[in-house]
Nanobody, 127 residues
Framework: QVQLVESGGGLVQAGDSLKLSCAAS????????MAWFRHIPGKEREFVAG????????DYATSVKGRFTISRDNAKNTMYLQMNSLKPEDTAVYYC????????????????????WGQGTQVTVSS
């Protein structure tokens, strides 16, 4: 089992920055490809950014590319999402996700590919 705890959400103004953190426990962190997803009420949960087990590969949704940066510190068992130039449309509950993987250094982008989820952290961007 893997436990994931997000933190760092809050209320900011358009153009501001926020940094989300996701602390993991329960399994060797370096065996976990991870990602950030977000959920806006009335819409399906959507992929935001993903990172491979060793951090060498990343992928981003088109809507956040160039503004958000995903990273991980395997020594601290923590994944991050640096969000810059925030827009009102970034308002959502942000979830971190993980899966167990021992062979590849792929980035996984679909909700169905992850079986561990955090409880979510609210990000609200006012205009």
């Amino acid at each position: 089992q893997v436990q994931l705890v997000e933190s760092g959400g809050g209320l900011v103004q358009a153009g501001d920055s926020l940094k989300l953190s996701c602390a993991a426990s329960g399994r060797t962190f370096s065996s976990l490809p991870m990602a950030w997803f977000r959920h806006i009420p009335g819409k399906e949960r959507e992929f935001v950014a993903g990172i491979s087990r060793n951090g060498g590969n990343t992928d981003y949704a088109t809507s956040v590319k160039g503004r958000f940066t995903i990273s991980r510190d395997n020594a601290k068992n923590t994944m991050y999402l640096q969000m810059n130039s925030l827009k009102p449309e970034d308002t959502a509950v942000y979830y971190c996700a993980a899966r167990f993987e021992i062979y590849s250094n792929m980035v996984f982008t679909k909700t169905i590919e992850y079986n561990y989820w955090g409880q979510g952290t609210q990000v609200t961007v006012s205009s």
